[in-house]
């Protein structure tokens, strides 16, 4: 199995910054696309941002300009740099990713973290 294990979210006020992180462990052979999702309250989950195997990067038009993701491959870790955050950024932020865990086989399945708050204050 897989798991997702997020961090850094936190309550931060309008303008300022925070990190994600998110580490993936467990019977991995490959990551295609590792990502963060958001769902505020009442709405639907919504994309952030991803970042796929070879480095291409796609993002919310709302975040474009002010986050930023990366991943490092070696540890199996995808980020979120977070920047002039909005009190409309307010949401749970999920990560998630598509793995691989068989040699054998060459399905790729999406596994979700647990989701972590993040509450910006006007």
């Known amino acids: 199995q897989v798991q997702l294990v997020e961090s850094g979210g936190g309550l931060v006020q309008a303008g300022g910054s925070l990190r994600l992180s998110c580490a993936a462990s467990?019977?991995?052979?490959?990551?295609?696309?590792m990502g963060w999702y958001r769902q505020a309250p009442g709405k639907q989950r919504e994309l952030v941002a991803n970042?796929?195997?070879?480095?291409?990067?796609n993002y919310a038009d709302s975040v474009k300009g002010r986050f930023t993701i990366s991943r490092d491959n070696a540890r199996n870790t995808v980020y979120l740099q977070m920047n002039s955050l909005k009190p409309e950024d307010t949401a749970v932020y999920f990560c998630n990713a598509d793995v691989r865990t068989s040699r054998y086989f060459s399905r790729y399945n999406d596994y979700w973290g647990q989701g972590t708050q993040v509450t910006v204050s006007s």
């Open positions: 467990g019977t991995i052979f490959s990551i295609n696309a």
């Open positions: 970042i796929i195997g070879d480095g291409r990067t």
